[in-house]
């Protein structure tokens, strides 16, 4: 209540022109006081008669203006009291301060407990407890507020003993009641031995970190090794075909576009993998800080409290080491393209994917997963579900997305989408935020006539009659018409006789080149699958038609 008087009169004493303390106060004839170097200024501004700034009051001729002792002998009082008050303020306790336990009135901040007396002290009530001989050999903790959960609420005593049957504190008269029998001993006796068993766990999470670091670094030096080999394979394969230009110069592109792809992608994983246990180390030292700050308590009883809660070290997701294999990756490629060199006529004359083949199964992965079987049941099928969201920057500008963008909905009027490379211009179309490379699953509701499920690759045209898709070799696409299904492929396009359903699963599996599409209901029937070498990560793309209400919305899976 002090402190609101204060600030009352710092409003009364306050010029209403700099809105400041008065400084060299003076009271002009209407009974209204300003700084002297205020008022002075605002009537030299004027270019009529002097006037009150409040009350506009006019005076003729100008004023002489004399400072005023007195206001401004109250206004070095009022500045002094509020500088007092507020110094004593920073020594009382606030709502999240320990107070002291031998403050009258209002209570001032604790800056210590004592763990025999349970009680809180401020500087000046510890003062005694410091002095007095009689308390030498108490602890005194930093300010808890946790000191009463040190009593017994059986026997009111301070709790010094542990039971080990019971896992509890108890105080001595609970060791010869309850606990007679069982196995007690000290607080600080078992808190010896417990802070023992919390240094050997810090030991093991060291232990540990420096294993994962160590496995970070061999797969760094991997992923090196992968890329040097590629590197070295495109250069010798660029050589060899350098000799058979005529015959075969696309071929040799072909070669380096697919091992720069299989590089890509055999360099992600390996670079997933790694991810994995950085986030396994940063947890790893997480854990490790808390137990740190559980060995710093000060209280017995309060290290005692917290340390049963404290999960155990869960065992490592991963190996204990990393099994690199001898450094060969693309050397088989190599060997591939020096064959082909020498048996050119024959080869030319045979089926022209030896070459691929031998890229697309360089082993140059750890032993992490391998290609599977296609999935058979739709909950196989959800093993690989993915999580798709559109992306605005490439939606058509009457397109509509959901507030999760998951849905798109076509719409008459354009939506105030800002200018970006990626947008689609031409047709009504959107892709993924997501790349995917991997093995993913999803499914699109479709309401419309006519609706285009898809995956092409991030650099697909965004303009222009090419752009649409499936009339590129970009991107692969289901049309849904009204009585019709179609696949379209760079502009080749394969009907497909079944029943057009609401529903539409999409399973990718990306390394395999294997693309499938199904009608979902209570089971899963297969409408097409393509069998081909993607060179690139895939976004899902969803293009619908004018028709007003049409939408396509990815399913929640569950």
């Known amino acids: 209540m002090a402190q609101k008087g204060i600030d009352l009169d710092q409003e009364t004493f306050c010029c209403s022109i700099c809105l400041d303390l008065l400084k060299d106060p003076v009271t002009i004839p209407c009974g209204h006081s300003y700084c002297m170097k205020c008022i002075q200024g605002f009537w030299d501004e004027e270019e009529k008669t002097p006037s009150c700034p409040q009350c506009r009051k006019t005076f003729i001729p100008r004023p002489v203006l004399v400072k005023s002792t007195m206001l401004a002998a109250l206004v070095d009082q009022l500045k002094k009291t509020g500088l007092q008050a507020a110094a004593a303020d920073l020594c009382y306790a606030g709502p999240e301060d320990v107070v002291c336990d031998f403050c009258t009135g209002r209570k001032r901040k604790a800056i210590k407990s004592c763990l025999i007396c349970l009680a809180s002290y401020c500087e000046k009530h510890l003062q005694s407890h410091l002095d007095a001989a009689a308390f030498k050999k108490h602890k005194l903790v930093e300010p808890s507020k946790n000191l009463q959960e040190n009593i ?146 000060e209280d017995n009883n309060q290290f005692l409290l917290n340390y049963p809660s404290l999960p155990p070290l869960s065992e490592s997701t991963h190996s204990s080491s990393i099994n690199v294999r001898p450094l060969r990756y693309f050397e088989d490629v190599t060997a591939a393209v020096s064959e082909l060199r020498d048996k050119l006529q024959d080869i030319l004359r045979e089926e022209p994917r030896n070459i691929s083949l031998t890229v697309t199964h360089v082993d140059v992965l750890l032993s992490v997963q391998e290609p599977g079987p296609e999935p058979e049941s739709r909950a196989d099928f959800f093993r690989y579900s993915c999580q ?83 009339l590129n070799d970009k991107s692969w696409a289901l049309v849904s018409s009204p009585d019709s299904f179609s696949f379209v492929h760079n502009s080749i396009e394969t009907s497909i006789l079944a029943p057009v359903p609401s529903r539409v699963g999409v399973y990718l599996d990306h390394r395999a080149g294997v693309l499938s599409f199904y009608s979902v209901s209570e089971s899963m029937t297969l409408l097409h699958r393509v069998q081909t070498t993607f060179t690139q990560p895939l976004h899902v793309g969803l293009r619908l038609f004018r028709y007003v209400g049409g939408t396509a919305e990815f399913c929640e899976l569950k």
């Open 388 to 470: 798709i969201t559109l992306d605005s920057n490439t939606a058509y500008r009457q397109l509509l997305l959901s507030e999760e963008n998951r849905k798109v909905t076509f719409m008459k009027k354009s939506q105030s989408y800002s200018d970006h490379p990626d947008r689609f211009t031409d047709y009504l179309q959107v892709l993924s935020r997501e790349s995917l490379t991997g093995r993913c699953y999803w499914e699109v509701e479709c309401r419309g006539d006519f609706v285009r499920v898809a995956v092409a690759y991030k650099n697909i045209s965004k303009s222009g009659n090419e752009s649409e898709f499936g």
């Open 152 to 297: 017994c609420s059986r026997h009111d005593e301070v709790m010094k003993m542990f039971c080990r049957t019971d896992q509890k504190c108890i105080c001595y008269l609970c060791s010869v009641d309850e606990h007679r029998g069982h196995d007690t001993v000290s607080a600080a006796a078992e808190r010896t031995e417990r802070q023992r068993e919390l240094e050997e766990s810090q030991q093991q999470i060291q232990q540990r970190i420096q294993d994962r670091e160590k496995e970070v670094k061999l797969l760094q030096q991997e992923v090196e090794a992968i890329n040097h080999s590629a590197d070295q394979t495109v250069k010798d394969s660029e050589k060899i075909f350098t000799e058979m230009i005529r015959l075969i110069q696309k071929r040799s592109c072909d070669v380096k576009q697919q091992i720069r792809s299989q590089q890509q992608t055999e360099v992600s994983r390996v670079k997933d993998l790694q991810e994995e246990l950085e986030q396994e180390i940063t947890e790893l030292k997480r854990r490790d800080a808390e137990l740190k700050q559980l060995s710093f308590t």
